[in-house]
């Protein structure tokens, strides 16, 4: 059974940091068939949006608004994990934030991509309020 878990989370204040971790464990074919793992978010009235993703070889992508206050990291050794920390947190930063893992695909020159993600976690709530 495929299972991603989500934890962390809760309620800080503008400025403050966070973090929320995301494990995901029966993925079919793994460790041998190389997982993208994503972070997305969505707040009330908007779409959802991705925060940031890690390909199979531990390639690490990040949308250009997260620049300077997110970052995204893995155990060692555990290439199903995935932290996501916030910095100077925002109050447009609350929002319930899912994780996401999809088997990755290849270009012909072995470079591998995450076109899309069949797992996700039921979503963890993260609110900025003063």
């Known amino acids: 059974e495929v299972q991603v878990v989500e934890s962390g989370g809760g309620s800080v204040r503008p400025g403050e940091s966070l973090k929320i971790h995301c494990t995901a464990s029966?993925?079919?074919?793994?460790?041998?068939?190389?997982?993208?793992m994503a972070w997305f978010r969505q707040s009330p009235g908007k779409e959802r949006e991705e925060v940031a993703h890690v390909d199979s070889e531990g390639v690490i992508s990040r949308e250009v608004w997260t620049e300077g206050r997110f970052s995204l990291s893995r155990e060692e050794g555990a290439p199903n994990t995935l932290t996501l920390e916030i910095n100077n947190t925002k109050t447009d930063d609350s929002a319930v934030y899912y994780c996401?893992?999809?088997?990755?695909?290849?270009?012909?020159?072995?470079?591998?991509?995450?076109?899309?993600?069949?797992?996700w976690g039921q979503g963890i709530q993260v609110t900025v309020s003063s």
């Open positions: 996401a893992a999809g088997p990755a695909a290849y270009t012909r020159r072995y470079t591998p991509y995450c076109p899309s993600y069949t797992y």
């Open positions: 029966g993925l079919p074919g793994s460790p041998n068939l190389g997982y993208c």
